[in-house]
């Protein structure tokens, strides 16, 4: 399911749902002239190129998407000669979510008469705060760089994998 349309809301410019299988784009266009632009939208190493209309009396252009996301979800407004006229970001975060969720259930499950268990809670805590930096830099700051280094090292850490080796 596709669409495009523009709206008078005022939403988050990047809206992702809570499986991170669809993505609800919502740019600032006030002051643009009414025209043919260009969507596009990168993550990781896919990009999706989509032609967008902005119609006379419109403030901002609308777009809704099935499309599976993960990390830092870029969406820029190109205009017809490819100069880029709004940029936004934010951070797809179900895999680390997920990763989050997983950590905090080992931790409670535990047994090891050792630091392991609250080792894992530690983990779970500091991926969780690298994930919300890296939003913070993605919406906020607009540090697009910043968000993907603050996304891959919470990734990397919850890639790792540790035993109960006391």
């Known amino acids: 399911m596709i669409k495009n349309r523009a709206s008078a809301r005022a939403l988050a410019p990047i809206q992702i749902s809570h499986n991170c299988k669809q993505i609800r784009v ?61 940029q936004k970001a934010t951070v797809s975060t179900c895999q680390i979510d997920c990763c989050i969720a997983k950590l905090v259930e080992s931790a409670i499950a535990c047994t090891c008469k050792c630091d392991k268990c609250k080792e894992e809670l530690d983990r779970a805590e500091k991926i969780f705060l690298l994930l919300q930096s890296a939003v913070y830099a993605a919406e906020v700051a607009e ?14 850490l919850c890639t790792e994998v540790c035993a109960c080796g006391c």
């Open 26 to 86: 919502t740019m600032p266009m006030a002051g643009k002239s009414a025209g043919q632009y260009t969507l596009e939208l990168s993550f990781g190493s896919t990009t999706t190129t989509i032609p967008v209309q902005l119609n006379q009396g419109q403030s901002e252009i609308q777009y809704i998407a099935d499309l599976e996301t993960s990390g830092v979800v870029i969406a820029k407004i190109k205009d017809s000669q490819n100069i880029v006229v709004t």
């Open 143 to 156: 540090n697009i760089k910043d968000a993907q280094d603050k996304y891959a090292k919470a990734n990397e």
